[in-house]
Protein backbone atom coordinates (compact mmCIF):
# COMPACT_ATOMS: atom_id res chain seq x y z
CA UNK A 1 0.00 0.00 0.00
CA UNK A 2 1.27 3.58 -0.18
CA UNK A 3 3.50 4.83 2.20
CA UNK A 4 3.44 8.96 3.01
CA UNK A 5 6.42 10.20 5.11
CA UNK A 6 6.07 13.56 6.24
CA UNK A 7 8.66 16.04 7.40
CA UNK A 8 9.22 17.74 10.09
CA UNK A 9 7.27 16.48 12.90
CA UNK A 10 7.50 20.03 14.54
CA UNK A 11 8.36 23.25 13.21
CA UNK A 12 8.69 26.34 15.17
CA UNK A 13 8.64 29.90 13.10
CA UNK A 14 8.88 33.33 14.27
CA UNK A 15 5.48 35.50 12.80
CA UNK A 16 6.33 36.72 8.95
CA UNK A 17 8.93 33.96 8.80
CA UNK A 18 7.97 31.03 6.24
CA UNK A 19 7.39 27.66 6.94
CA UNK A 20 7.66 24.53 4.59
CA UNK A 21 6.79 20.87 5.24
CA UNK A 22 7.37 18.19 2.67
CA UNK A 23 5.87 14.98 1.83
CA UNK A 24 7.24 11.54 -0.10
CA UNK A 25 5.12 9.19 -1.40
CA UNK A 26 5.76 5.36 -2.72
CA UNK A 27 2.60 5.25 -4.93
CA UNK A 28 3.29 6.52 -8.13
CA UNK A 29 -0.58 5.99 -9.37
CA UNK A 30 -0.92 8.32 -6.65
CA UNK A 31 -2.67 11.58 -8.53
CA UNK A 32 -4.28 14.05 -6.06
CA UNK A 33 -2.69 15.80 -3.04
CA UNK A 34 -4.31 17.67 -0.12
CA UNK A 35 -3.17 19.38 2.83
CA UNK A 36 -5.13 19.68 5.94
CA UNK A 37 -5.26 21.82 9.00
CA UNK A 38 -5.99 20.49 12.07
CA UNK A 39 -6.73 22.65 14.87
CA UNK A 40 -7.12 21.37 18.53
CA UNK A 41 -10.07 19.58 19.49
CA UNK A 42 -11.90 19.86 15.96
CA UNK A 43 -11.51 17.73 12.84
CA UNK A 44 -9.30 18.29 9.82
CA UNK A 45 -10.02 20.99 7.04
CA UNK A 46 -8.56 20.78 3.48
CA UNK A 47 -6.17 23.81 3.34
CA UNK A 48 -4.80 23.55 -0.55
CA UNK A 49 -4.85 20.52 -2.91
CA UNK A 50 -3.02 19.79 -5.87
CA UNK A 51 -3.89 16.99 -8.88
CA UNK A 52 -0.97 15.42 -10.77
CA UNK A 53 -1.34 17.38 -14.02
CA UNK A 54 -0.27 20.48 -12.04
CA UNK A 55 3.22 21.44 -10.44
CA UNK A 56 2.28 24.32 -8.15
CA UNK A 57 -0.51 25.71 -6.76
CA UNK A 58 -1.29 28.97 -4.63
CA UNK A 59 -3.91 30.57 -2.92
CA UNK A 60 -2.91 33.61 -1.21
CA UNK A 61 -0.20 33.00 1.36
CA UNK A 62 0.18 29.57 1.21
CA UNK A 63 1.09 26.94 -1.55
CA UNK A 64 1.89 23.33 -2.72
CA UNK A 65 4.54 21.88 -4.69
CA UNK A 66 4.55 18.89 -6.92
CA UNK A 67 7.21 16.82 -8.43
CA UNK A 68 6.10 13.43 -9.50
CA UNK A 69 9.34 12.26 -10.64
CA UNK A 70 10.73 11.82 -7.53
CA UNK A 71 7.50 11.48 -5.46
CA UNK A 72 7.38 14.48 -3.18
CA UNK A 73 5.30 17.28 -2.82
CA UNK A 74 5.41 20.06 -0.36
CA UNK A 75 3.44 22.98 1.74
CA UNK A 76 4.62 26.72 1.66
CA UNK A 77 3.29 29.08 4.32
CA UNK A 78 4.25 32.67 3.93
CA UNK A 79 4.28 35.50 6.19
CA UNK A 80 2.87 33.10 9.00
CA UNK A 81 0.75 34.26 11.55
CA UNK A 82 0.24 32.79 14.92
CA UNK A 83 -3.41 31.60 13.63
CA UNK A 84 -1.24 29.45 11.60
CA UNK A 85 -0.33 27.39 14.71
CA UNK A 86 -2.06 23.73 14.26
CA UNK A 87 -0.99 20.49 12.55
CA UNK A 88 -0.73 20.10 9.05
CA UNK A 89 -1.34 16.47 7.66
CA UNK A 90 0.06 15.60 3.78
CA UNK A 91 -2.56 12.83 2.19
CA UNK A 92 -2.19 10.60 -0.91
CA UNK A 93 -4.93 9.74 -3.00
CA UNK A 94 -4.58 6.71 -5.36
CA UNK A 95 -8.22 5.30 -6.25
CA UNK A 96 -10.29 5.16 -2.98
CA UNK A 97 -8.80 5.85 0.40
CA UNK A 98 -7.13 9.11 1.67
CA UNK A 99 -3.59 7.87 2.97
CA UNK A 100 -2.15 10.48 5.72
CA UNK A 101 1.02 11.21 6.49
CA UNK A 102 1.94 11.64 10.18
CA UNK A 103 1.42 15.30 10.86
CA UNK A 104 3.59 18.54 11.16
CA UNK A 105 2.82 20.83 14.26
CA UNK A 106 3.35 24.27 13.49
CA UNK A 107 3.89 26.58 16.10
CA UNK A 108 4.22 30.33 15.17
CA UNK A 109 5.29 32.88 17.74
CA UNK A 110 4.71 36.45 18.36
CA UNK B 1 -26.81 19.76 7.23
CA UNK B 2 -24.20 21.75 6.61
CA UNK B 3 -21.40 19.52 7.53
CA UNK B 4 -20.53 16.17 8.64
CA UNK B 5 -21.79 15.41 11.89
CA UNK B 6 -20.51 13.08 14.13
CA UNK B 7 -22.61 11.48 17.72
CA UNK B 8 -21.48 11.11 20.33
CA UNK B 9 -18.75 14.09 20.85
CA UNK B 10 -17.59 11.99 23.68
CA UNK B 11 -18.15 8.93 24.90
CA UNK B 12 -16.55 7.17 27.88
CA UNK B 13 -16.92 3.35 28.02
CA UNK B 14 -16.02 0.45 30.65
CA UNK B 15 -13.57 -2.07 28.99
CA UNK B 16 -15.42 -5.27 27.96
CA UNK B 17 -18.81 -3.09 26.66
CA UNK B 18 -19.98 -2.34 23.18
CA UNK B 19 -19.90 0.87 21.85
CA UNK B 20 -21.83 2.25 18.40
CA UNK B 21 -20.29 6.00 16.59
CA UNK B 22 -22.43 7.36 14.63
CA UNK B 23 -21.79 9.41 11.28
CA UNK B 24 -24.33 11.54 9.59
CA UNK B 25 -22.04 12.77 5.77
CA UNK B 26 -22.92 15.69 4.22
CA UNK B 27 -26.15 14.92 1.48
CA UNK B 28 -25.15 14.13 -1.90
CA UNK B 29 -21.76 12.04 -0.83
CA UNK B 30 -21.57 8.83 -1.93
CA UNK B 31 -18.17 8.41 -0.46
CA UNK B 32 -17.59 8.07 3.32
CA UNK B 33 -14.38 7.32 4.94
CA UNK B 34 -13.55 6.32 8.96
CA UNK B 35 -9.86 7.08 10.22
CA UNK B 36 -8.91 6.46 14.00
CA UNK B 37 -6.79 9.34 15.36
CA UNK B 38 -4.53 8.56 19.09
CA UNK B 39 -3.32 10.91 20.85
CA UNK B 40 -0.95 13.05 19.18
CA UNK B 41 -0.54 10.77 16.24
CA UNK B 42 -1.53 10.48 12.59
CA UNK B 43 -4.78 9.80 10.91
CA UNK B 44 -5.38 5.62 10.70
CA UNK B 45 -7.56 4.44 7.57
CA UNK B 46 -10.38 2.52 8.95
CA UNK B 47 -12.93 1.48 6.40
CA UNK B 48 -14.40 3.55 3.46
CA UNK B 49 -17.64 3.46 1.60
CA UNK B 50 -18.53 4.08 -2.00
CA UNK B 51 -22.14 4.33 -3.23
CA UNK B 52 -23.21 0.84 -3.25
CA UNK B 53 -19.73 -1.18 -3.71
CA UNK B 54 -18.65 -3.43 -1.59
CA UNK B 55 -16.78 -0.85 1.37
CA UNK B 56 -13.00 -1.20 2.02
CA UNK B 57 -12.70 -2.89 4.98
CA UNK B 58 -8.81 -3.52 5.16
CA UNK B 59 -8.00 -0.82 7.53
CA UNK B 60 -9.80 -2.51 10.18
CA UNK B 61 -8.06 -3.65 12.99
CA UNK B 62 -9.66 -6.80 14.72
CA UNK B 63 -12.70 -8.63 14.21
CA UNK B 64 -13.89 -6.35 17.07
CA UNK B 65 -14.01 -3.33 14.29
CA UNK B 66 -17.18 -3.26 11.96
CA UNK B 67 -19.23 -0.87 10.38
CA UNK B 68 -22.01 -0.34 8.30
CA UNK B 69 -23.45 2.22 5.95
CA UNK B 70 -27.31 2.34 4.54
CA UNK B 71 -26.94 3.35 1.36
CA UNK B 72 -25.50 7.10 1.12
CA UNK B 73 -26.81 8.41 4.71
CA UNK B 74 -25.67 7.27 7.51
CA UNK B 75 -22.84 4.93 9.04
CA UNK B 76 -21.94 3.29 12.15
CA UNK B 77 -18.74 2.04 13.53
CA UNK B 78 -19.09 -0.47 16.15
CA UNK B 79 -16.52 -1.98 18.44
CA UNK B 80 -17.26 -5.15 20.59
CA UNK B 81 -15.55 -5.87 23.74
CA UNK B 82 -13.67 -2.97 24.30
CA UNK B 83 -10.36 -2.52 25.51
CA UNK B 84 -7.65 0.40 26.27
CA UNK B 85 -5.53 0.81 23.17
CA UNK B 86 -8.99 1.64 21.44
CA UNK B 87 -8.97 4.88 23.48
CA UNK B 88 -8.99 7.40 20.15
CA UNK B 89 -10.43 10.02 18.55
CA UNK B 90 -12.75 8.34 15.85
CA UNK B 91 -13.04 10.61 12.34
CA UNK B 92 -15.45 10.63 9.95
CA UNK B 93 -15.45 12.41 6.27
CA UNK B 94 -17.41 12.39 3.15
CA UNK B 95 -16.85 13.24 -0.39
CA UNK B 96 -18.33 13.29 -3.64
CA UNK B 97 -15.88 10.28 -4.35
CA UNK B 98 -12.42 10.01 -6.75
CA UNK B 99 -9.94 13.23 -6.16
CA UNK B 100 -12.57 15.47 -4.54
CA UNK B 101 -12.00 17.07 -0.99
CA UNK B 102 -13.23 15.07 2.03
CA UNK B 103 -14.88 16.85 4.54
CA UNK B 104 -14.26 15.87 8.43
CA UNK B 105 -16.85 15.82 11.11
CA UNK B 106 -15.38 16.98 14.57
CA UNK B 107 -14.94 12.94 15.80
CA UNK B 108 -16.11 10.88 18.61
CA UNK B 109 -13.77 10.86 21.76
CA UNK B 110 -13.46 7.64 23.18
CA UNK B 111 -12.04 6.93 26.37
CA UNK B 112 -12.17 3.19 27.26
CA UNK B 113 -11.78 3.32 31.13
Known amino acids: GENVEQHPSTLSVQEGDSAVIKCTYS??????FPWYKQELGKGPQLIID?????GEKKDQRIAVTLNKTAKHFSLHITETQPEDSAVYFC?????????FGKGTSLLVTP | GAGVSQSPSNKVTEKGKDVELRCDPI?????LYWYRQRLGQGLEFLIY????????KSGLPSDRFSAERTGESVSTLTIQRTQQEDSAVYLC???????????FGQGTRLTVV
Open chain 2, 93 to 103: ASSHGGNTEAF
Open chain 1, 27 to 32: DSASNY
Open chain 1, 50 to 54: IRSNV
Open chain 1, 91 to 99: ATHSGYALN
Open chain 2, 27 to 31: SGHTA
Open chain 2, 49 to 56: FQGNSAPD
